[in-house]
């Protein structure tokens, strides 16, 4: 098996957007998988950042049996022994409560476009085979994900691949990939998605990223090391 992981960003990069590559690049390392960081408009120069993370179904990667693309702001969490390329781990990306209402906000505003009868990825990660790669890529047109551009972005165009190819709805377990930096489940999660919000006498509030990061750090449970 040969599997890479991916990260993008278009711009100047910051602190946290560097400690997480080196965070990744790391875990890329310990489960036996090569790492690219992709910077700039690698997949439409017209289209925004976020949009450029559907460069993962791009022809060039067909030699991996697995592509993972993950946020700027994700993390692994310390100790963690969890190998998202064991065969074991089925699904392509997270999905939860706010995607369902994205899904339906998609249908509302483009109901040429989205139906929630097939899957609505979260866009900080994706696990995807080079078959479904195929799959999806061959369904890219130019006049629809130009609609994706101001709203939902790669989620967007994720979902609409998903319509245009019919594929079964496919979710990885939210609690254990993927995780929010503020849900209470953190010690058992095996990547943490750092979000600009905390949880205070039990509701969210907004906090600074990288003032939750160090926080984490703090507790444990992300290595701080670089």
């Not at 791009?58 to 693309?69: I, P």
């Not at 254990?176 to 489940?185: D, K, L, Q, T, Y």
């Not at 205070?200 to 444990?220: E, S």
């Amino acid at each position: 098996m040969k599997n890479i992981i991916l990260q993008h960003w278009t711009g100047k990069m910051g602190e946290l957007e560097e400690r997480s590559s080196i965070n990744i690049c790391k875990y890329a390392v310990k489960v036996g998988a090569e790492y690219r960081l992709l910077r700039g408009n690698v997949f439409r120069p017209h289209l925004s950042a976020p949009c450029q993370k559907v460069f993962m179904l791009d022809e060039s990667f067909d030699e991996y049996d697995d592509v993972v693309m993950l946020d700027l702001d994700v993390f692994t969490r310390k100790g963690t022994q969890g190998d998202i390329f064991d065969p074991a781990i089925t699904g392509i990306g997270r999905h939860a409560e706010v995607q369902d209402r994205l899904v339906k906000k998609l249908r509302y505003m483009y109901p040429h476009l989205g139906d929630p009868r097939y899957p609505y990825w979260g866009g900080s990660i994706h696990k995807i085979s080079r078959d479904i790669r195929q799959r999806l890529r061959q369904h890219i047109r130019e006049d629809e994900i130009i609609w994706f551009n101001d709203n939902f972005h790669d989620e967007g165009i994720m979902h609409r691949l998903a319509v245009r190819a019919k594929l079964d709805v496919t979710y990885l377990d939210a609690m254990v990939w993927n995780a929010g930096s503020f849900e209470p489940w953190l010690e058992d999660a095996t990547t943490i998605h750092i979000r600009p919000r905390k949880l205070v006498d039990g509701k969210k509030v907004m906090c600074d990223k990288m003032t939750n990061y160090l926080d984490l750090v703090d507790r444990g449970l992300i290595d701080g090391a670089c």
